[in-house]
């Protein structure tokens, strides 16, 4: 960090100048003088020329020492001022690891001392949020870089004339899986984008919630079957919101796909919708792979993967779009899961 006796070359003003010492010396000198005046004019003395020097000079000394004494209080007073400006500057320069220490000894807060807090507050964000930026761009470049290279190796081995035509049509279907794969990849991308600013602003419509949710568990028929898993639904038909039907059915529809991709073959999947506290509470349960506590504290994070999803086809922005979508529509949601017994998401969404 920059000393504080270092001038930023942008100055080039002071918040006392010359003129204000000036303006307080002579303001000193006027108010010593007229009151050393009065006093003699009351007692009616004449005193001789070299007792009034002397008074003059007092005045004058005394006067020039409380402007010294000011100056020295608002050297000292500035110095925390100096050191949130050269600290901002280095914030601004892309350092975002700086941290004021408190100035004051007493361990007490004043107006400063809350202006550093939020300094250190408002860098530490910066730093999450720049550490989040750099693994997006990193995690974007490795799951686009996967797909882009099963393309290009199948795609020049096809460009070979001696493979059979039932190669040609597994490497091209694996070509198209690959491209399906990118495609998802880049619209979640940019499905969260534009959440996370705010472009896309839900429409409210009223409609029936047990409708939605079993339009997208119909929707998984093919995987549900595919798999033997046994599905339980319990919804309670007369619950009526007004909500986003179209953001909903992301949500339905991650969650569903996650709850098939963990559960092993013979499984069981669970839906519930009932009625609870004036609210609608959704919940999908499974009794897959499950979670540790470690994992859990992530699945909302963009790109995160536990280590048991790993060998499971996805890209880790599931989870993560369903959070916004939650987050949009004034609802909430929680997981509870365990290692080998299955997790369970939790939604609640206001009723009309």
């Not at 290009?152 to 040609?168: G, P």
């Not at 033997?228 to 007369?238: E, F, G, H, K």
């Not at 919940?283 to 540790?292: A, E, F, Q, T, V």
Request: with cysteine.
């Amino acid at each position: 960090m920059k000393k504080i006796g270092n001038k930023d070359p942008r100055i080039n003003a002071s918040v006392f100048s010359l003129k204000h010492y000036i303006l307080i010396f002579c303001a000193m000198v006027f108010l010593c003088g007229t009151y050393i005046a009065l006093y003699f004019i009351q007692v009616n003395l004449t005193i001789p020329i070299y007792i009034f020097l002397s008074m003059v000079t007092y005045i004058f000394v005394m006067s020039a020492g409380i402007c010294l004494i000011f100056a020295i209080i608002k050297k000292k007073a500035m110095e925390p001022v100096q050191k949130l400006s050269i600290a901002a500057q280095q914030v601004a320069a892309g350092d975002f690891s700086i941290r004021l220490e408190p100035y004051r000894a007493d361990g007490l807060k004043d107006e400063l001392e809350v202006l550093f807090d939020d300094f250190n507050t408002m860098a530490a964000e910066l730093e999450s949020t720049e550490m989040l930026k750099t693994d997006f761009v990193s995690n974007v470049s490795h799951e686009l870089k996967t797909p882009l290279s099963v393309i290009q190796n199948y795609a020049t081995i096809i460009e070979n004339e001696n493979i059979s035509e039932n190669d040609r049509r597994e490497y091209a279907k694996k070509i198209s899986n690959a491209a399906n794969k990118l495609t998802t990849l880049t619209s979640n991308i940019l499905m969260l984008s534009r959440l996370d600013n705010q472009k896309i602003l839900p429409t409210l419509l009223v409609f029936n919630l047990s409708e939605s949710i079993s339009s997208s568990i119909l929707e998984f028929d093919n995987l549900l079957d595919g798999k033997n898993i046994n599905v339980y639904i319990n919804l309670d038909q007369s619950i009526m919101i007004k909500s986003d039907k179209q953001l909903l059915s992301i949500v339905w529809n991650n969650l569903l796909s996650n709850a098939i991709k963990f559960t092993p073959e013979g499984g069981d999947i669970s839906v519930t919708l009932l009625r609870k506290g004036g609210m609608a509470n959704i919940i999908i349960s499974d009794n897959g792979c499950g979670m540790d506590e470690k994992n859990l504290k992530h699945i909302f994070d963009k790109f995160y993967q536990a280590e048991s999803s790993r060998t499971v086809q996805g890209n880790g922005l599931g989870l993560a779009l369903v959070k916004k979508v939650i987050e949009i529509i004034d609802g909430s949601i929680t997981v509870n899961s365990k290692i080998n017994e299955g997790s369970t998401f939790t939604i609640i969404l206001p009723i009309m």
